[in-house]
T-cell receptor, first 112, second 114 residues
Framework: LAKTTQPISMDSYEGQEVNITCSHN???????ITWYQQFPSQGPRFIIQ???TKVTNEVASLFIPADRKSSTLSLPRVSLSDTAVYYC?????????????FGSGTQLTVLP | NAGVTQTPKFRVLKTGQSMTLLCAQD?????MYWYRQDPGMGLRLIHY???????AKGEVPDGYNVSRLKKQNFLLGLESAAPSQTSVYFC?????????????FGSGTQLSVL
């Protein structure tokens, strides 16, 4: 199982770009990297998923270097409503094993 | 489209009591999961299912049992509750679309064991 390591917390100001990095040194060949966002008293919500290089959607970008031992979630121009816990999840979706284990997450606090 | 629905939302048990948490999804997903989340911590996988009639152990399965008799439902049982099982329980479901797979979570069940 790929173990993930993230910073415990980060602070940012409104309008800034925020980059959260996740380390996953023992990532396996078939593993994908997925990021989730969680607000208090809610279940996590999918943000973005990728395998290699760069992926972009309407809310975020995901950068994955060639060795895939880390990944960076980039949130452009954050607002107060982006204050949440962000989780990096590394897992293999190709087989029947679904040991999808989350790390401890990063508490992002956006300040006015 | 309700997505993933968990019942109940809150429950208080006494040590030794039993209960069942119900998770229902209306997205026809193959895979379903039960996680627990303790204060200030990430989610830990209890059990999961890769299809109707199948279950498998996750990271922290002790003290819990599960059943997936119908594709849309995944039940989590506590036979003899202990204070260490006080937690927020989240159910999730997923299905693979091409190379992507997203987890869809319910809103959680807050369980307190006294």
């Amino acid at each position: 199982l790929a173990k993930t390591t993230q910073p415990i917390s980060m602070d940012s100001y409104e309008g800034q770009e925020v980059n959260i990095t996740c380390s996953h040194n023992n990532i396996a060949t078939n593993d994908y990297i997925t990021w989730y966002q969680q607000f208090p008293s809610q279940g996590p919500r999918f943000i973005i998923q990728g395998y290699k290089t760069k992926v972009t959607n309407e809310v975020a970008s995901l950068f994955i270097p060639a060795d895939r031992k880390s990944s960076t979630l980039s949130l452009p121009r954050v607002s107060l409503s982006d204050t949440a816990v962000y989780y990096c999840l590394v897992g293999d979706f190709s087989g029947s094993a679904r040991q999808l284990t989350f790390g401890s997450g990063t508490q992002l606090t956006v300040l006015p | 489209n309700a997505g993933v629905t968990q019942t109940p939302k809150f429950r208080v048990l006494k040590t030794g009591q039993s209960m069942t948490l119900l998770c229902a999804q209306d997205m026809n997903h193959e895979y379903m999961y039960w996680y627990r989340q303790d204060p200030g911590m990430g989610l830990r996988l209890i059990h999961y299912s890769v299809g109707e009639g199948t279950t498998a152990k996750g990271e922290v399965p002790d003290g819990y049992n599960v059943s997936r008799l119908k594709k849309q439902n995944f039940l989590l049982g506590l036979e003899s509750a202990a204070p260490s099982q006080t937690s927020v329980y989240f159910c999730a479901s997923s299905d693979q679309t091409g190379d992507n797979e997203k987890l869809f979570f319910g809103s959680g069940t807050q369980l307190s064991v006294l």
